[in-house]
């Protein structure tokens, strides 16, 4: 009679035990997370670039507007004869001066009455999520230097482009909750601006000169000269 082989005591059952199972979805967690770091940092860089893009589309809109307004740059804002701004430019805002160079009409609608997509206007951050841009929802999640080209009557001149001191260095639109960022009245130094550093802890920042650049918040807090010169106080 022919012998059969006895099973190995080395053997094993076949598949996996639980610590080699549960090894297996750490891997899988620790792997998960990694390509989801990845693809929200993706999204994050994508967002900014977009961003900055739409910066350097305001700073060829500014451009234009010099160029038909005997080279000065519209104010913050511009109240009418009974001081109170409208949604014409006389009597409007710095982004309704822009309008007619961004789109004119279809841009002044999405401001009057925002529709279901603001991030259309370039002054809409794609880093802001769709319940929370600014302006009622218009989608004007920038601000203009409100120190630099304040908010006046239509009666008193405007700021000049050659009189700008230090536009490589000075900041004319930047990422902001708010419409324009002003120095409080009193203040004995220029406070860091009310910028929103939204994109990986930093903001972006269009300059008088036409360039888009990055800043920090403990970059503005460690060079207080860089602050100045930002305000353009210096």
């Known amino acids: 009679m022919r012998a059969f082989p006895r099973p190995s005591t080395h053997s094993r059952a076949a598949g996996f035990t639980l610590t ?10 620790i792997l998960a997370t990694l390509i989801f770091s990845a693809v929200r940092s993706s999204n994050e860089k994508a967002q900014q670039i977009q961003c900055a893009g739409n910066l350097r589309t305001i700073s060829q ?3 234009l507007f010099a160029a038909d307004n005997h080279g000065e740059y519209p104010r913050a804002a511009t109240p009418d004869d009974n001081g109170n701004p409208n949604w014409t430019y006389e009597g409007g805002f710095w982004f309704n001066a822009l309008g007619p160079y961004l789109g004119g009409h279809g841009f002044q609608q999405a401001l009057v009455t925002p529709g279901p997509h603001p991030q259309d206007i370039p002054f809409a951050c794609p880093a802001v999520p769709p319940d929370q841009h600014g302006w009622g929802g218009a989608g004007i999640d920038v601000a203009i230097n409100g120190y630099m080209l304040p908010s006046s009557a239509h009666t008193t001149p405007r700021v000049r482009v050659a009189n700008v001191q230090n536009p490589a260095s000075t900041f004319l639109v930047a990422d902001s909750t708010a419409w324009q960022v002003t120095i409080p009245a009193g203040s004995g130094s220029p406070p860091i601006p009310a910028f929103d550093f939204r994109h990986g802890g930093a903001a972006n920042v269009l300059f008088f000169d036409g360039h888009v650049g990055r800043v920090t918040n403990g970059e503005l807090k460690a060079n207080p000269a860089a602050l100045a010169k930002l305000w353009g106080t210096k």
Not at 21 to 27: D, E, P, S
């Open 61 to 63: 809109a500014f451009v």
């Open 20 to 29: 080699e199972l549960l090894v297996a979805v750490a891997i899988i967690g």
